[in-house]
């Protein structure tokens, strides 16, 4: 079985400042990793997936994620966030081979002028 | 964006009322899903649907039903609301040939049962 966890359900930062939004997952098989934003009464969007090779995955709007296969990781940064990164981020995981998408429970980012 | 529209987008309906949602596709995609989205939940799926007449039960199934007589369209029904079925519900597609499988979804339903 697969989980995905949300630490923060919350982030308030400033304007221009660096945000980290974290996220673990838990499987017994390989995955792919999702990252979705969702602004305020939309649907989601892909911000950005891990899929193989680079550690390193660069996405829209500046964000960036690192998996880290040895801390069951996929962590959200961004070095300097806008008023407009106000929004909920999704972490997503699915096993290779699968269709079926795990969510975790979001991280509400608030970005403070 | 991606080719999907839900209808309604807003709905207020009584307790006990059958109610149905609808996604409609224009990429031809394979695979379709509903989720609901609940605070502290995420996002959970109901039902999807890997091909016409070829559906499968999610995380959340129990309360509805589903079909997809057509390619484009995915229905979901609440046969009897109740008040914990209301919520924000969202349909996704993905073409599974595609590395990854991503989904994309479409705006969302907001649905309160009184």
């Known amino acids: 079985a697969q989980s995905v966890t949300q630490l923060d359900s919350q982030v308030p930062v400033f304007e221009e400042a660096p945000v980290e939004l974290r996220c673990n997952y838990s499987?017994?098989?390989?995955?792919?990793l999702f990252w979705y934003v969702q602004y305020p009464n939309q649907g989601l969007q892909l911000l950005l997936k891990y899929l193989s090779g680079s550690t390193l995955v660069k996405g829209i709007n500046g964000f960036e994620a690192e998996f880290n296969k040895s801390q069951t990781s996929f962590h959200l940064r961004k070095p300097s966030v806008h008023i407009s990164d106000t929004a909920e981020y999704f972490c997503?995981?699915?096993?290779?081979?699968?269709?079926?998408?795990?969510f975790g429970t979001g991280t509400r980012l608030t970005v403070i002028p | 964006d991606a080719g999907i529209t839900q209808s309604p987008r807003h709905k207020v309906t009584e307790t006990g009322t059958p109610v149905t949602l609808r996604c409609h596709q224009t990429e031809n995609h394979r695979y379709m899903y509903w989720y609901r989205q609940d605070p502290g939940h995420g996002l959970r799926l109901i039902h999807y649907?890997?091909?016409?007449?070829?559906?499968d039960k999610g995380e959340v199934s129990d309360g509805y039903s589903v079909s997809r007589s057509k390619t484009e369209d995915f229905l979901l029904t609440l046969e009897s609301a109740t008040s914990s079925q209301t919520s924000v519900y969202f349909c996704a597609i993905s073409e599974p040939n595609r590395q990854g499988n991503e989904q994309y979804f479409g705006p969302g339903t907001r649905l309160t049962v009184t």
């Open positions: 649907s890997y091909g016409v007449k070829d559906t």
């Open positions: 499987s017994s098989v390989s995955v792919y």
């Open positions: 997503a995981v699915t096993p290779t081979g699968a269709n079926n998408l795990f």
